[in-house]
């Protein structure tokens, strides 16, 4: 700890750079009076860092709990502090062009009305999101009701209603022990996540972009302000971008690069991304248009000023990730498994020097583990991990061998006074899977989970332990979630609907079921068969004409109905009913707040 440059203090002026003005209170509440973000409920992080918390980790929550109106450059401003994001505005020739509106439709209201306050009460002309992730559109409709040019990436709508609908309840579950939205906001609680301090519980939204940039270099001129764009898809989205501003001198660096080490693979769960081409994208960046800019700003954290400055921060990101790339490949092809490199991986201590470079969001650890998942998967090789038990299977004959769950709990006591956390947490895991009753194996296992949390310098990691401590002791807290937007259902294509619907079938109990139905959607002129035989639903876009059990048409607006459990009134129907109800009989719901760190 000694070696980190607390003496640096260059973070707190450029966070401080160009305020303006304070929400106050910062306190943001739905229509029917329900708290969705209170940044004023970090205020004890003006204190010193206490013994609860990693130093670093606490600088970096001051760093990112700091909240207001900021000038970043000539017509250019943020609202910072009211949401998990940042909302960039830049103003045109008739208005405001709002880029990334926040999590919810509260906070962006806020944020947008906040600038306004300070700068007039200009109307938005434009929408930009810089990437396909929630927190970077899902307040849109707090700022807009869409009768403005909106501007994405290619691929943007595929890839920002897939990851909420597809793998949408699981990843809310992980969520909630990623940004602690169970614990509370203290000292020895949640203190935030790293990159930025928890994500707000609004309202979500949707409106499709009107544009999409599809190439490099592709220029749009938007109420007279000018953007040059650099598409980086698969980097920190599958779907994301960086813009110029050439006649500012600014540079939206998007989530590309923030003032932290960022996940390869996210802790709530994603697809893996690509450190790789992650790192090339940066390298076009400082070809394209790092030399044109005086300031860089990300939809994270806050900017960096002056053209050496941002070379040098694109620079030691660029190697971040090529370094834990290249090192991990380089480690697997001498045979080393992906917890084996973790281990051993260290970044150059040019790095280790930099602030920005700390893993305080995504860490080195498993970072290291996902770039070798990306390349080899789950497996490590060796036969003896090809067909393991199940946790709890597993769990009951460790246990057994080692005694019983009493013996076990002597020998993590014994790795606990050791100061070996690490193994007294897959010890007391063992004993508490064999048998949840057993109140000793839990106590100490929460007291562990504290002790590792709170020494952690990584914001999810903090989060992660703490809350597994805290559902050992309390029980399971429902996890808030962003109320969910009929826009992402809106947004659904005919095909990915059918999709959502297919994952739900519960295929042992469709075993022995068998049904077509042919979905006539009026409106889109187009024909949808789904067939249902060995537990698995297919569909079928214009099939061959062939018998089917029931035909339905309808319009998508009605089909979402149906879908929802609002009934077939009003829809055209031959053949025979029962057909549907057989398939809503084989349907399975989603689990939302399902157990983690219990059996």
């Known amino acids: 700890m000694a070696d980190l440059p607390f003496h640096d203090t260059g973070d707190f002026e450029d966070a401080d750079r160009g305020f ?16 969705v973000w209170d940044n004023d409920s970090y205020a004890f992080l003006n204190a010193e860092c206490p013994e609860t918390a990693h130093p670093s980790l606490w600088r970096q ?31 045109g020739d008739t208005g405001v062009i709002v880029i990334d509106p926040l999590v919810s439709t509260e906070c962006a209201a806020i944020a947008l009305a906040l600038y306004r306050r300070h700068r007039g009460d200009r109307p938005v002309t434009g929408i930009v999101y810089t990437h396909s992730h929630i ?73 499709p972009p009107t544009l999409d940039v599809s190439r490099t270099g592709q220029e749009e001129i938007v109420d007279g302000v000018r953007f040059v764009f650099q598409l980086t898809p698969g980097t920190e989205a599958p779907a994301e971008m960086n813009f110029l501003f050439p006649d500012r001198g600014a540079l939206c660096l998007a989530e590309n690069a923030t003032h932290n080490l960022h996940n390869i693979l996210t802790l709530r ?92 969001y995504g860490s080195v650890s498993h970072n290291v583990k996902a ?47 050791e100061n070996d956390l690490r193994f007294a947490v897959q010890l007391l895991n063992h004993a508490v899977f064999a048998d949840e009753g057993n109140k000793a194996a839990r106590d100490l296992l929460a007291e562990v989970y504290t002790r590792l949390g709170q020494g952690a310098e990584n914001g999810t990691w903090r989060n992660s332990y703490l809350t597994g401590a805290m559902e050992l002791t309390d029980g399971i807290v429902p996890t808030p979630v962003t109320t969910t937007a009929p826009d992402l259902l809106a947004a659904l294509t005919v095909e990915q609907i059918f999709d959502s619907l297919a994952i739900r079938v519960d295929g042992p109990k469709a075993w022995h079921e068998s ?65 549907l109800q057989r398939l809503v009989a084989v349907l399975d719901s989603p689990g939302r707040d399902f157990a983690i760190v219990t059996p």
């Open 20 to 35: 303006i003005a304070k929400l106050t209170p910062a306190v943001v509440k739905s229509r029917n009076g329900q708290v």
């Open 61 to 91: 929550s001051q760093l990112c709990a700091k909240q207001g109106l900021y000038e970043v450059a000539d017509g250019i401003y943020q609202v910072r502090g009211l949401d998990l994001s940042n909302m960039t505005l830049v103003e």
């Open 135 to 207: 927190d970077h559109f899902g307040g849109v409709r707090g700022v807009t009701d869409g009768n403005v040019p909106i501007l994405a990436p290619a691929g943007f709508m595929d890839h920002a209603v897939s990851e909420n609908v597809y793998a949408g309840p699981a990843m809310n579950r992980r969520a909630g022990y990623m940004f602690g939205l169970t614990l509370p906001h203290a000292p020895d609680g949640q203190i935030g996540c790293g990159l930025g301090m928890t994500s707000s519980t609004g309202t979500t939204s949707l409106i």
């Open 269 to 360: 769960g994603a697809q893996v991304r690509d450190a790789r081409i992650w790192a090339r994208y940066l390298s076009e960046t400082l070809t394209l248009l790092a030399d044109r800019a005086e300031v860089a700003f990300a939809s994270h954290h806050w900017p960096t000023w002056g053209k050496a400055n941002i070379v040098r921060f694109l620079q030691e990101q660029r190697d971040l990730y090529a370094y834990l790339h290249d090192q991990t490949l380089r480690l697997l092809n001498k045979g080393l498994t992906g917890a084996e490199i973790a281990e051993q991986m260290r970044v150059p201590p040019a790095l280790e020097q930099v602030w920005h470079t700390h893993g305080y």
């Open 371 to 417: 770039v070798y998942q990306r390349y080899l998967g789950w497996y490590d090789g060796n036969p003896a991990h090809l067909w393991e038990h199940p946790p709890r299977e597993s769990a009951i004959r460790y246990v057994e061998c080692m005694g019983g769950g009493a013996a076990v709990v002597a020998f993590a006591r014994r790795y606990v006074e």
């Open 515 to 579: 049904l077509s139905i042919d979905w006539h959607l009026t409106d889109l002129g187009e024909l949808h068969r789904t067939t249902l035989s060995n537990g698995v639903l297919v569909q079928r876009l214009n099939p061959p004409e062939e018998p089917v059990d029931l035909t339905l048409r309808l319009t998508r607006a009605q089909l979402l109905g149906l879908l929802a459990g609002k009934g077939v009134e009003g829809v055209e129907r031959e053949g025979d009913i029962t057909a």
